[in-house]
């Protein structure tokens, strides 16, 4: 009974570390390195203004109006703005019927969301 108990609980201890192991390694790849904190009024502000109030804006497309920052700040906190501008996949593709983001405006964004979107 003791040689179970004791082999129960080293299986469940291994399966956790493979677990923890593998969300690491996803991480790892997903770590985006920040030279800079980007404020919103000086950083922000105008990207989405450019590239994504004309439907995120009055007409909140989606469920966002990103002339609220409120709002930028939910669809930052809860991942669907870098997951959309990133193209990530179960994301739809934005700005809607243009082309992606240049690489370095995407990083801006996921620094500003990463950095406490302030």
């Excluded at 129960?8 to 956790?16: C, V």
């Excluded at 959309?84 to 690489?103: E, N, Q, T």
């Amino acid at each position: 009974m003791k040689k179970t108990i004791v082999l129960s609980l080293a299986i469940i201890t291994m399966m956790g570390a493979c677990k923890s192991g593998a969300k690491q390694a996803e991480t790892a790849q997903a770590k985006v390195v920040c030279e800079t904190t980007p404020t919103y009024e000086s950083d922000i502000k105008g990207v989405i203004a450019t590239y994504c109030t004309k439907c995120h804006g009055e007409k909140a497309k989606g469920g966002y109006n990103f002339l609220l920052l409120p709002d930028l700040k939910r669809a930052g906190k809860n991942g669907d703005l870098v997951g959309v501008i990133k193209w990530k996949r179960g994301y739809p593709k934005m700005p809607a019927h243009a082309d992606k983001l240049d690489d370095k405006t995407i990083h801006l964004i996921e620094c500003w969301v990463m950095g406490g979107m302030n």
